[in-house]
């Protein structure tokens, strides 16, 4: 058959049913199963996404629209009064300065706490796992044990000894707390992620003459980056969205910018401006939601960490 | 003369468990010694405590005459090549062989000497820029070879140099690490589960189980007379053919009756009466036809698998109930079914005490 189409160059007429299979198999794009898949997805986003879009248009509605009653309506003149007012003047208590100040505060709080306790957790985690003391497994335990406790349980006496140190009510106080609760799970993480390097790597630096800091600073820190952006990640917006020991360590004068938002919704004063509230949202939200989309793709490297090859 | 490296009264315990005990070894200034066993035979366990990386439990460790059972790894004079090459991958080359010298505070003009040195007898200079990220296997552990050579230390402690490596690579490699000891007559310690890299490679090779030291001595003895029946079936491929049957005076007798005399055999220990015995053949030293017709002890049997390796060929077949395998030249034809007269000499043979194990 195909002899006699050569010969005549005449090539028989075929069907797609036909066609016998070579190459790269056909990979059409609406199969049943693809479809599926992705109105499932744009249903899933869509749930998400709607409140974020309700939170923003509000924002930028005055209130006699708001009162108007339509939620889902876009706004008629879009405008940032709200947002001003939320930052600069809205009443967070008895004093009226808006978030800004709860902004530098939680600034203030969230730097040097990540800074710290991602230090500490790092050295930690390499000592755990290349540097074994007698103990250092009964110590691991024992930490990993403390990110099972909750919160509350460690809370009252947090204050006694804060208290005793002369530092309640203060900055340092509340940093200390962050740096003593992400201990666990900041550790963990160091652990797992220095355990899945090679070992033999920390024995040739050792043999080279290196000593704990400089195997630690040179070798370890540089092979390191991914899981310290997860572990950025995890302590900015772990620390940023902390409410709890902000309104318990920090002390009035130094309220993040969650408890000062929680002051401005709350206020139990006038009728409520939900344009006002709806932006000092967005605005409490955006430090963790920029550090997200800045670091997703770190994050996703990090979390499949182990792929480091010498 | 000294010693380069004396490894007195060694143990080791992880707990409860003893990885070495009581391990003596004694190293010659320049020899090329290689630890042979299966692994969990405790010989990388042993290169790290002569590494200094792992602490022992007792006994005391000699570098070129110092103690050094105490020291860290940097001091005791050593430089050490492993098997996942441990480069520091965020490094350029030039900067992993230099790192050991940096650490140690070496004027700048010196670690320069010594690099250029180091990539000119390894021939890595082109690569010095690169990252190990950029670099083939070989090209790895060749870099690998020169941050100890860098060092300029008396002992190199090689961990299964060459097993990340393929077949090809691994060859080449091995040939010149033997280059390299010739040319720099270091000492050198060398780990592997490989038998073609201790036999090739070694002055003399120390096979362990379970951390114990089975033999110590030259490739040409551990292949030849094995001290006991561990070494005897560790060392070879095909490995040695291994009859079970009793010793009487000058006869073998196997457990199928087949009587086979050993009147030639250089005896270590002469056994008296009649004892239960393992005779032990390697398959190169089973003859064939004509050849078999000198030999003290001749049998017929017939082929059962042929394998053409290339070199030579390799035939399975019976004597008795026992298995054997043969080796012979690869342009004799010989096919399944075939019945066949084959012969050996007992002289070339190994001949163990079945209840101890040992070498009679």
Not at chain 1, 191 to 209: C, H, I, M, T, W
Not at chain 2, 9 to 38: M, R, T
Request: charged share 15%; proline share 5%; hydrophobic share 45%.
């Amino acid at each position: 058959m195909s002899q006699t189409s050569v010969l005549t160059g005449v090539t028989p007429p075929q069907t797609a049913a036909q066609v016998e299979a070579r190459g790269a198999r056909p990979k059409p794009f609406f199969t049943p199963r693809k479809i599926i898949i992705y109105s499932i997805l744009v249903m899933f986003s869509l749930y998400y996404l709607f409140p974020l879009y309700v939170m923003f248009t509000t924002s930028l509605k005055s209130m006699p629209e708001i009162r108007f009653g339509n939620i889902f309506a876009l706004p008629q003149a879009p405008n940032f009064d709200a947002w001003v007012r939320a930052w600069t003047s809205a009443c967070t208590g008895l004093t009226c300065q808006g978030l800004a100040p709860g902004f530098w505060n939680s600034v203030k709080i969230t730097i040097p706490s990540t800074i710290v306790s991602i230090f500490i957790a790092a050295v930690n985690g390499y000592a755990l796992i290349n540097w074994r003391f007698k103990g250092s497994e009964i110590f691991f335990a024992v930490l990993i044990f403390g990110s099972f406790i909750p919160y509350q349980v460690f809370l009252y006496p947090m204050v006694m000894i804060t208290r005793e140190l002369g530092i309640f009510g203060t900055l340092q106080a509340v940093i200390i707390v962050h740096t003593v609760f992400g201990m666990p799970i900041l550790t963990l993480l160091f652990r797992n992620y220095f355990a899945s390097l090679p070992q033999e790597l920390f024995k040739a630096a050792r043999v080279d003459g290196a000593g704990f800091w400089r195997i630690f600073f040179e070798i370890m820190l540089p092979m390191s980056l991914p899981i310290f952006v997860v572990a950025l990640i995890l302590q900015i917006t772990g620390i940023w969205n902390d409410f709890l020991f902000g309104v318990v360590f920090a002390g009035t004068q130094n309220y993040p910018m969650t408890v000062q938002l929680n002051n401005i919704v709350n206020s139990a004063q006038g009728t409520p401006e939900y344009n006002v509230n709806m932006a000092a949202t967005v605005l409490t939200g955006l430090v963790p939601l920029a550090v997200y989309f800045i670091s997703g793709k770190w994050f996703v490297r990090g979390v499949a960490a182990g792929a480091v090859k010498g | 003369m000294q010693n380069s490296v004396s490894i007195r009264d060694l143990s080791l315990n992880f707990g409860s468990v003893k990885v070495l005990e009581h391990l003596d070894l004694e190293i010659a200034q320049g020899e090329f010694i290689v630890l042979l066993g299966p692994s969990g035979c405790g010989k990388s366990t042993l290169l790290n405590c002569i590494a200094g990386l792992l602490d022992i439990s007792d006994g005391q460790i000699f570098i070129g005459g110092r103690n050094v059972t105490w020291l860290e790894p940097k001091a005791r004079g050593i430089g050490m090549v492993f098997q996942s090459y441990a480069l520091y991958p965020q490094m350029t080359v030039e900067r992993n062989l230099s790192f050991g010298l940096r650490v140690a505070g070496m004027k700048k003009d010196e670690i320069e000497r010594r690099v250029q040195r180091a990539a000119e007898i390894l021939q890595i200079g082109p690569l010095l820029q690169r990252k190990p990220a950029n670099l083939s296997g070989g090209q790895r552990q060749r870099v690998a070879i020169g941050r100890a050579l860098v060092r300029d230390v008396d002992v190199f402690l090689f961990d299964e140099p060459l097993s990340n490596l393929d077949a090809k690579l691994r060859s080449d490699l091995r040939v010149e690490i033997k280059r390299l000891h010739q040319r720099l007559k270091n000492t050198m310690i060398y780990v592997t589960h490989d038998q073609i890299e201790a036999l090739t490679l070694a002055d003399r090779i120390a096979v362990m189980k379970n951390g114990v030291i089975q033999q110590l001595a030259d490739p040409h003895t551990i292949y030849n007379r094995p001290v006991n029946l561990y070494v005897a079936g560790f060392i070879g491929s095909p490995q040695m053919n291994m009859f079970q049957g009793t010793l009487s005076g000058s006869t073998f007798t196997t457990d199928d009756g087949i009587a086979i005399p050993v009147g030639t055999y250089a005896f270590d220990t002469p056994a008296t009466g009649a004892i239960k015995a393992v005779l032990g053949v390697r398959p190169e030293h089973i003859v064939l036809g004509d050849e078999a017709a000198n030999m003290p002890f001749q049998i017929d049997a017939e082929i059962e698998i042929v394998e053409p390796m290339g070199s030579d060929t390799l035939a399975w077949t019976k004597i008795g109930g026992q298995a054997v395998t043969f080796r012979c030249d690869s342009d004799v034809v010989i096919e399944t079914g075939q019945k066949v007269r084959l012969g050996f000499d007992t002289a070339r043979g190994s001949i163990f005490n079945a209840e101890t194990t040992n070498r009679l």
